[in-house]
C-alpha cells in the first residue's frame, strides 16, 4: 500500500504509513510522562501520609518502564519500521505496569487509576481496530482486578487522607490531560501535513497526466507535420534557384528555409528520443557545454532575438546527464521572455559543484494576478495565439530533475524567473542509477 492509498484510509493509517517511527518516538515520549506521574503521586502520598505504596516494587516497576525506554532509543531503533504488533505490545505492557503500581497503591481508590484513559487514548488513535479494542478490553480488566484486589494501605487520619486524595485527583487530572492534549496536537499536525502532501501529490499526478496526453499528441503531429514540412523545404530551395530573384527576398527565404530546417530536427528528435527522454536517454556532457549549446539552439530558433548572456561557474563544468525535456523547459522560459520583450531578454546562469542557479528575465507587462496562482497547475497564457502549455511543461520538467521554478515581479518592470537544479541528480552517475533502475523495472526481454 502506497502512501497516498494509506491516507485515504483515515487516521489510524496515516499515522501507520507517515514515517512509522513517529508512532514509537510518540510511546516513549508518553511513557516518559507517565513515569513521571506515577512516581511523583507515589512519593507524594508516601510523604504527606506517613506510608504508602511499598517503595521497592514500585520503583521496580519504573524502572522497567524506563529501561524500555531507554532500548528503545538506542541508534538505529528508533529509524525502523515499527509494526501494529510490537506498538501493541508496549502499550499493553504500560498498562500492566500501571496495574502493578495501582495493585501495589490501593487499587482503584488511588487517583492513579485515571493513567488508563491516556494509554487508551493513544492506542485507539495508534492501532488497528481490533489491536485498539483488545487495549481497551485489557485495561477494563486489570481496572476491575485492582479494583476488588490490592494491597490495603494503612492511614492514621482519615481526614487528611481524602485532601490528599483530592489533591492527587487533581494532579492526575493535569498529567492526563496534559498527555491526551499534547498527543492530539501531535496527531493533528501530522494529518495536516499527510493533507498538504496528498494535495501536492494529487496536482503533480494531475499535471503529469497532462504532460503524458500532450506527448501523446506531439507525437502524432510529429508524424503528421513531416510531409507539408518536406513540401515547404522544396518549394524554398526552388525559389532559391530563381536568378532574377530580389536580394532581400532571397534572404528571407533564406531565412525561411533555416527555420524548416530547424523544425524538421526538432521533430526528428522527437521521433528518435520518443521513450527515452529520461536521463537514461541523455549522454554525460559539461554543464557549461551543455548550457552553451542550448543557447546556440535557441539563437538558431529566434535569430533576432540578442539576449544579454552570463554565465558564471567553473570551468569545465560539472558533468550532468540532463534529460531532453529539462532542455526543453529551460528553452520554454527563453521563449516566454523573448515573447514578453524581445529587446530586453536577460539570461544569467551561475553554478558551483551542488547546483545550478538560472535567470531569466524581461521586461514585459509582467505575471497577471489573476494567472498568477494558476503558474504551473493549469494551461495559462498571457498571449492570445498561445496554448499556454509552455509554463506547465516547464514545471513539470523541472520538478522532475528535483529542481524548483519560481516566478517574480521585477522592481523596474517585467517577470523574474528563478530556477535551481540540484546537480546530484543531474550528475554523470545519475545516468548510471536511472539505467539501472529502468532494467530493474522492465525486467528481461522476451521475444
Not at 516566478?407 to 539501472?436: H, I, K, M, N, Q
Request: charged residues 20%; glycine residues 8%.
Amino acid at each position: 500500500m502506497d502512501d497516498m492509498t494509506a491516507v485515504l484510509y483515515g487516521g489510524t493509517m496515516i499515522l501507520s504509513e507517515i514515517d512509522p517511527s513517529n508512532r514509537l518516538q510518540r510511546v516513549i515520549a508518553l511513557r516518559w510522562f507517565g513515569i513521571a506521574a506515577e512516581l511523583g503521586l507515589v512519593l507524594l502520598m508516601r510523604k504527606w501520609l506517613g506510608g504508602g505504596a511499598a517503595l521497592g516494587p514500585v520503583l521496580g516497576i519504573l524502572a522497567a518502564q524506563a529501561a524500555l525506554n531507554i532500548h528503545a532509543t538506542v541508534p538505529g531503533r528508533r529509524t525502523r519500521p515499527v509494526s501494529d504488533r510490537m506498538l501493541f505490545a508496549q502499550l499493553l505492557f504500560d498498562v500492566g505496569a500501571l496495574t502493578g503500581i495501582a495493585y501495589l497503591a490501593g487499587g482503584s481508590r488511588n487517583p492513579l487509576i485515571s493513567l488508563y484513559l491516556p494509554w487508551i487514548a493513544v492506542g485507539s488513535a495508534m492501532l488497528e481496530t481490533r489491536q485498539a479494542a483488545a487495549l481497551v478490553a485489557a485495561s477494563i480488566a486489570c481496572y476491575t482486578f485492582v479494583n476488588f484486589v490490592h494491597a490495603d494501605i494503612h492511614v492514621h487520619n482519615p481526614a487528611k487522607a481524602f485532601q490528599i486524595h483530592m489533591a492527587g485527583m487533581l494532579l492526575t487530572f493535569v498529567f492526563s490531560a496534559a498527555m491526551i492534549g499534547w498527543f492530539v496536537a501531535r496527531l493533528t499536525a501530522a494529518v495536516r501535513q499527510r493533507d498538504a502532501q496528498l494535495a501536492a501529490a494529487r496536482e503533480a499526478a494531475l499535471r503529469s497526466e497532462r504532460v503524458l496526453a500532450l506527448g501523446n499528441l506531439a507525437a502524432g503531429a510529429a508524424h503528421e507535420l513531416g510531409t507539408p514540412l518536406a513540401t515547404m523545404a522544396v518549394l524554398a530551395g526552388e525559389m532559391l534557384q530563381e536568378p532574377d530573384l530580389p536580394a532581400p527576398l532571397h534572404a528571407d527565404l533564406d531565412l525561411m528555409r533555416t527555420q524548416i530546417a530547424e523544425c524538421k530536427r526538432i521533430i526528428t528528435e522527437l521521433a528518435t528520443q520518443a521513450g527515452t527522454s529520461r536521463a537514461e536517454g541523455a549522454q554525460p556532457i559539461a554543464l557549461d557545454s551543455w548550457l552553451a549549446e542550448l543557447l546556440e539552439r535557441w539563437r538558431r530558433q529566434r535569430p533576432q532575438i540578442e539576449p544579454r548572456v552570463t554565465l558564471a561557474g567553473m570551468r569545465p563544468g560539472p558533468r550532468i546527464a540532463a534529460e531532453t525535456t529539462l532542455g526543453q523547459a529551460l528553452l520554454n522560459l527563453f521563449n516566454n521572455a523573448a515573447d514578453a520583450s524581445p529587446n530586453a531578454v536577460e539570461i544569467a546562469a551561475d553554478w558551483d559543484a551542488d547546483a545550478l542557479h538560472l535567470r531569466v528575465a524581461d521586461r514585459g507587462a509582467g505575471i497577471a494576478p489573476e494567472i498568477e496562482g494558476l503558474l504551473g497547475r493549469e494551461p495559462v497564457s498571457t498571449r492570445g495565439a498561445g496554448l499556454g502549455m509552455g509554463v506547465l511543461l516547464a514545471y513539470a520538467a523541472i520538478e522532475r530533475a528535483g529542481g524548483t521554478l519560481a516566478f517574480s515581479e521585477r522592481a523596474d518592470g517585467g517577470t523574474l524567473a528563478s530556477v535551481r537544479l540540484p546537480l546530484r541528480s543531474l550528475g554523470a552517475d545519475a545516468l548510471t542509477r536511472a539505467t539501472s533502475s529502468r532494467a530493474r523495472n522492465e525486467g528481461p526481454d522476451h521475444d
